[in-house]
């Protein structure tokens, strides 16, 4: 990324800042979350792109050897275990295809964890 340009302020600026091969893979990320999530709203957070469904659903971002993704469920540990990450980060290395089908898991996952929340949190005002 380059200082001299402002911060990105959508997911299109946010890519765009990248090289091109890595632009490619955040694009499949991107398309896999709004596939499974396409009522999800782009957002930029904490410096990274996210997506925002009864709160903040997931993050991404490109690094040098990665990408990485926000949060790690902890119920996917096993599918997740073959993949680097942080504690709450998953890493896709740019030596590998990028997963769509277990973004799309996670995804899901993120949304079922968001809906049993905003629905605990109705149900508190509500009593």
């Not at 991404?60 to 993704?69: E, L, T, V």
């Not at 590998?96 to 995804?107: C, E, F």
Request: aromatic share 10%; net charge positive.
């Amino acid at each position: 990324m380059n200082s001299a340009n402002p911060k990105p302020t959508t997911m299109d600026e946010f890519i765009a800042q990248f090289p091109e091969e890595i632009r490619e893979r955040l694009e499949r990320v991107r398309w896999a979350i709004r596939k499974q999530a396409p009522k999800a709203e782009e957002a930029i957070s904490y410096g990274m792109a996210a997506f925002k469904w009864n709160g903040n659903l997931i993050f991404f971002s490109a690094f040098k050897d990665h990408i990485g993704i926000y949060p790690r469920p902890k119920s996917l540990e096993k599918e997740l275990a073959k993949y680097d990450g942080g504690k709450g980060t998953v890493q896709f290395p740019h030596s590998r295809p990028i997963p769509i089908a277990l973004i799309r898991k996670i995804v899901k996952l993120r949304m079922e964890e968001n809906l049993t929340k905003a629905e605990a949190k109705k149900k508190k005002k509500s009593a």
